[in-house]
Structures are given as C-alpha cells and as structure tokens.
C-alpha cells in the first residue's frame, strides 16, 4: 500500500518560513519523481517543486529562489523549504509521487501566510 504523509504545515506571517516533509511508503523511492504541489479553492491544483530521480529540479516561476526541494533517498524523504512566505502561498500543499505509469498523492497540509 502506497503512502505519502506530509508533515509541517501551519500558519506563519509572510516573511516567515516554513519546512515540508513528505514520508513515502509502499513505492521505490529512489526511482520516483517526487514533488509539491498546491490547491487554493476554486483553483486547479499547481506544480510548485519537483525533483526527478537524478536530481533534475524544477520550480514554478512564483517560487523560484524562494523554495528549495529535496530527497533523501536513505530515509524515502522529499522536504520542500519555503523562505520568505508570502500570503499569495497560502494553499493547501499535496506531496506527489509519480512512477511510470502511477501518479500517488498525499492527504495534503494547510499553509497559511498572514499579512
């Protein structure tokens, strides 16, 4: 059984900063792409990190050079940084795991930026 649990979410003045773990059970790991994506209401959810197998990065335009992503593949660990904050981050933050042919995703964690 897959799992994706995402840890570290919670509200923090914009300025601030905040670090996202995901926890990944039940796929091989070291083979995966991992990534952060969020969800505000009424949105599609969007890409906000991802990091491939070898360590091939990719950020949306909005977070470059404010967010960082990565892997641990000892511990099946992708940790996504988020400094400064921002209110326009307020989403909520899914973990993903894609793994020719299968996409998994996480229960998702709350992120809220006050002004």
């Known amino acids: 059984q897959v799992q994706l649990v995402e840890s570290g979410g919670g509200l923090v003045q914009a300025g601030g900063s905040l670090r996202l773990s995901c926890a990944a059970s039940?796929?091989?790991?070291?083979?995966?792409?991992m990534g952060w994506y969020r969800q505000v209401p009424g949105k599609q959810r969007e890409l906000v990190a991802r990091?491939?197998?070898?360590?091939?990065?990719n950020y949306s335009d909005s977070v470059k050079g404010r967010f960082t992503i990565a892997r641990d593949n000892a511990k099946n660990t992708v940790d996504l940084q988020m400094e400064p904050l921002k209110p326009k981050d307020t989403a909520v933050y899914y973990c993903?795991?894609?793994?020719?042919?299968?996409?998994?995703w996480g229960q998702g964690t709350q992120v809220t930026v006050s002004s």
């Open positions: 993903n795991a894609y793994t020719v042919p299968n996409v998994y």
């Open positions: 990091i491939t197998s070898g360590g091939g990065l």
């Open positions: 039940g796929i091989r790991f070291s083979i995966a792409t």
